[in-house]
């Protein structure tokens, strides 16, 4: 069998007779299909990416067999990637050393449910853990808007925030995240268990520091979720009414985002729900909180459109109005033009209108807004993820250049290094990458610095980032 990536040497078929019992995919197709994320989002990515495939790809369906897949690994000196859903944006799950894949949804058993708390297993899927949660009247503090497809390993290593956040914090805020387990890559993989704060090395660190096995979440209780879409005459009162909702005392909202019309223009499901050409809001409440939403939209100048309950929705024929937020409102405009692309764009804190105002003639009419509302510390904050029709890199740049003129803050979409994006700042995940990965197999090349410093030892790494 020979190397399907053009990266490697490893006899791949006496590789996947070694890891026997594990299930594997050596078809090229297959192969190559789970090779691939969401990186396709981004032009740039697309060039970079799109010629990456692993070589093999292993199906654990326990522990003991993701232990054994490990060893393999290890003896072989293989390079792993991780694959939860495969629904990431930075090609995060890209095996751009070619090598093994290993997809985690054998591994998908919810462990234990408590009061503000679910273990589950990595490659357990956001939205079954949600089903089994709703039976003891509780949800989870927080899901991304991927949840059928996403797992929770996946979410953990490689995302941030979602539906939720409004109410809960980014999953990075304390409690959120309570504890995860981790295998090493060694000749015996060791487990480790990392609790509060501590999982913080691990998050969002691209999978290549460890190989998340269970993770525990904070729960809340489950509440009767009423979807709702409100449209204005302009952006910035959309903007405004968000944020009036956001510190609105008497309204628990668990999503609040904004769209620009010119992108609703691109949501065909919502024609004839939605007023034409209005700047809209989108929002989950709860049930009993319907009348000072409407309160609250009307005194923001602007008209309730939509307000449903699951079923309501469903009779409606409409999909979730969470298909609309994060990043399925970038989804929704990409089904209609590939030409589309989007930034991750921190606005100035507190959220200002103005500023918001102030920026839109500034940046130019390829780049069309939509915020999310979150609270990250504490703090309600704003991210604007644009939609930009994208022309050149040097066009993108600009658009970058003028938001960071202004004030805000981008932590770019389009880059496939973990230190990248602006979670992974310091050397501390690398020195974990060397504790828990000594021979550099797990995702190395997502890692700008990895090779500069895998001939230190763990604490020697960490002590750069306090340099
Ligand atoms: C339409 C759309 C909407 C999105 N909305 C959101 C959103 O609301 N919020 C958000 O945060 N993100 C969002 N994302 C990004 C992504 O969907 C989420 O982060 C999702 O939770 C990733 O889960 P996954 O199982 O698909 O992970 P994958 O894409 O499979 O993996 C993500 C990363 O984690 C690593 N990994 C996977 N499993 C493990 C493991 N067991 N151990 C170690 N590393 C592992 C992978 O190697 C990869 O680096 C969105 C993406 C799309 C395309």
Not at 15 to 42: G, H, M, N, Q
Not at 117 to 143: H, K, P, T, W, Y
Not at 323 to 343: E, G
Not at 354 to 362: G, Q, T
Request: proline share 5%.
């Amino acid at each position: 069998m020979t190397s399907i990536s053009g990266k490697t040497d490893i006899d791949w078929a006496a590789f996947a007779t070694a890891l026997a019992p594990v299930e594997t995919i050596t078809d090229t197709v297959l192969v190559k299909k789970r090779s691939r994320d969401f990186f396709w989002y981004s032009p740039l990515l697309n060039d970079s990416l799109r010629n990456c495939f692993g070589d093999l790809v292993a199906r654990p369906k326990n522990h003991a067999e993701m232990v054994h897949t490990l060893a393999v690994a290890y003896a072989h000196d293989a390079p792993v990637v991780l694959r939860g859903g495969g629904t990431g944006n930075y090609g995060q799950a890209v095996p751009m050393d070619g090598g093994l894949i290993i997809e985690t949804t054998g591994l998908n058993r919810v462990l234990d449910v408590g009061r503000g708390f679910v273990r589950a297993e990595a490659g357990a899927l956001m939205a079954d853990i949600n089903r089994v949660l709703a039976d003891s009247g509780q949800e989870m503090a927080m899901f991304p808007s991927t949840q059928d497809i996403a797992t929770i390993g996946g979410f953990v290593a490689g995302g941030s925030a979602g539906i939720g956040s409004i109410a809960n914090g980014a999953l990075r805020d304390p409690g959120n995240l309570i504890a995860l387990s981790a295998l090493s890559v060694e000749a015996a993989p060791q487990t480790r268990v990392f609790n509060g704060a501590d999982t913080l090395h691990i998050h969002h660190a691209w999978g290549l520091n460890g190989v998340i096995t269970d993770v525990t979440l904070r729960t809340v209780p489950r509440r009767d979720w009423v979807g709702c879409m409100a449209t204005f005459d302009s952006y910035a009162a959309a903007y405004a009414a968000g944020y009036a909702l956001a510190r609105d005392g008497t309204i628990a909202a668990k999503l609040i985002t904004t769209v620009d019309a010119r992108i609703c223009a691109y949501f065909p499901k919502l024609a004839g729900h939605i007023r034409k050409d209005k700047h809209l809001l989108v929002s989950l409440i709860p049930q009993e909180h319907r009348d000072p939403f409407a309160s609250l939209i009307r005194d923001a100048a602007g008209h309730v459109d939509l307000m449903m309950t699951d079923t309501e929705r469903q009779d409606l024929g409409l999909p979730h109005v969470f298909d609309f937020s994060y990043n399925h409102t970038t989804l929704q405009v990409l089904k209609a033009d590939r030409s589309a692309t989007y930034q991750q764009v921190g606005c100035p804190i507190p959220p200002d209108p103005e500023a918001i105002a102030n920026v839109r003639p500034k940046l130019g009419d390829d780049v069309w807004m939509h915020h999310e509302f979150a609270r990250v510390g504490g703090e309600i904050v704003t991210f604007d993820l644009p939609i930009i029709w994208f022309t050149t890199p040097e066009r993108l740049a600009e658009i970058n250049a003028t938001y960071t003129a202004n004030g805000f803050a981008v932590y770019d979409a389009h880059t496939w290094n973990v230190e990248g994006g602006g979670l992974k700042a310091d050397y501390t995940h690398l020195a974990w990458k060397k504790r828990m990965d000594p021979k550099g197999l797990l995702n190395s090349a997502k890692s700008r610095f990895w090779a500069d410093v895998a001939h230190l030892s763990p604490d020697e790494i960490e002590a750069l980032g306090q340099s």
